[in-house]
């Protein structure tokens, strides 16, 4: 099954934003929870995609160099991120 077949309709927008502000988001966020994803490639430099809500909105970004989490933030490592175009 392919996986936009797989894939449920999210009630809400998808914002890309810089890691700095993500980490302010998670600061706002009581008991943050944290999706995580490590894009390894063979051509390509590995990328670290994290995507967080907050106040009904999916907050996400990708970086190079993997963030530093505090301790009270919940993650879920996921296989593949998927964002439908």
Avoid: C
């Amino acid at each position: 099954m392919q996986p936009q077949a797989r894939a449920y309709k999210s009630n809400g927008a998808l914002i890309w934003i810089g890691a700095d502000e993500f980490q302010n988001i998670l600061a706002k966020n009581p008991e943050p929870l944290v999706v995580y994803f490590k894009d390894e490639g063979l051509f390509k430099k590995t990328a670290h995609w994290y995507l967080t809500s907050y106040k009904g909105l999916v907050f996400y970004t990708g970086i190079y160099e993997p963030l530093q989490l505090a301790e009270s933030v919940e993650i879920i490592h996921a296989e593949k991120f998927w964002f439908p175009e």
